[in-house]
């Protein structure tokens, strides 16, 4: 085999909840991950020459080590040597810095294709330890579906799937820094933090009608304090019969939940015709369904 091609899938978070500050600078936190139907596709090529050359469809992104699928490539030796060049293209379809997780699941594919290219026959668990030293989501882009994420996020738990529902993706037109957000994040005994317990519980009942309703993200609290947008986009998202509007990650994209692919449809043609976002895309939850695919 010479190359390979390998998906990378965008996340969404149904319950994100920061549990602490922790005195190594990290945070603690408590997250319900979810996969969605939309992905990057990483090709991966040996080449005769010993150097990693790194394009995209992207003028924009990184294509040397500030990419997280150069620095995997790298830790990837750490367990496998790579006796080739590689030539890597990364077709980005996924929102760039948008809290759906697209430089992590490219990292996280290009690990899954090196391990096949090169027949490492590294497992899962091994491939989520060296995915770890990229960031905290890595692992939970190797392990994908719904998951509960704990710890600094490596601490994963796999869970009873998202019930079926239509998801659209909002992207308002701003930057939001992770660490800006986390810095300004305030933790005391006045916090509301999310029921990430009682989600876990209404998942195994596989009911949306429940479960919308609890869907709460606590980086809301200072995101849309900076941005006010994604406030607006989550009063849109409902006025159009969204079950739950959610900002996800620390920022900007907002997903909406709704119970029939119709309405989420109409909410769709709204947004792409308004001023609110930048990137819309509707999409699905997405599930792996075989151990090839992780």
């Keep these: 085999m010479n190359s390979i ?13 920061v549990i602490r500050k922790r005195p190594d600078g990290y ?10 139907n939309l992905y990057d596709t990483i090709n991966i090529k040996k080449t005769k020459f010993q150097s990693i050359t790194l394009r995209s469809n992207l003028y924009y992104l990184p294509t040397d080590r500030r990419n997280l699928v150069y620095k995997a490539v790298e830790v990837f030796q750490e367990l496998h040597p ?5 030539s890597i293209f990364i077709n980005k379809r996924i ?11 490219d990292a996280a594919a290009t690990l899954k294709g090196l ?4 027949q490492a026959d590294l497992s899962l668990e091994d491939l989520m330890k060296l995915g770890l030293k990229l960031g905290a989501d890595v692992p939970y882009c190797l392990l ?20 079926d529902c239509s998801l659209l993706l909002v992207k308002p037109d701003i930057s939001v820094s992770t660490k800006f957000v986390y810095e300004n994040l305030r933790l005391n005994e006045k916090t509301r933090h999310p029921n990430i317990q009682t989600m876990l519980d209404v998942l195994h009942e596989g009911n949306i009608y429940k479960l919308a ?22 009063v849109k998202m409902k ?50 369904d075989d151990k090839f695919e992780r």
């Design 213 to 234: 309703p609890l869907m709460e993200n606590i980086l809301e609290s200072v995101t849309i304090k900076e941005h006010p947008i994604i406030g607006d986009i989550k």
């Design 5 to 17: 091609t390998v998906k990378a899938y965008a996340k969404i978070n149904l319950g994100l909840d």
């Design 27 to 36: 945070h603690d936190v408590s997250m319900i991950m979810q996969s969605v």
């Design 95 to 105: 929102p760039v810095a948008a809290g759906l997780a697209g430089g992590s699941a």
């Design 239 to 288: 006025e159009r019969e969204a079950l739950a509007a959610l900002m996800s990650g620390s920022g900007p994209t907002v997903f909406g939940v709704f119970d029939n692919h119709h309405k989420a449809e109409k909410a769709y043609r709204f947004f792409k015709s308004s001023g609110y976002g930048k990137q819309v895309i509707l999409t699905k939850p997405y599930f792996p």
């Design 144 to 163: 994908m579906g719904t998951a509960l994420s704990e710890g600094i996020g490596e601490i994963l738990s796999p869970l009873s799937p998202m019930p």
């Design 115 to 118: 391990n096949r290219l090169y």
């Design 82 to 86: 790579i006796r080739s060049g590689l």
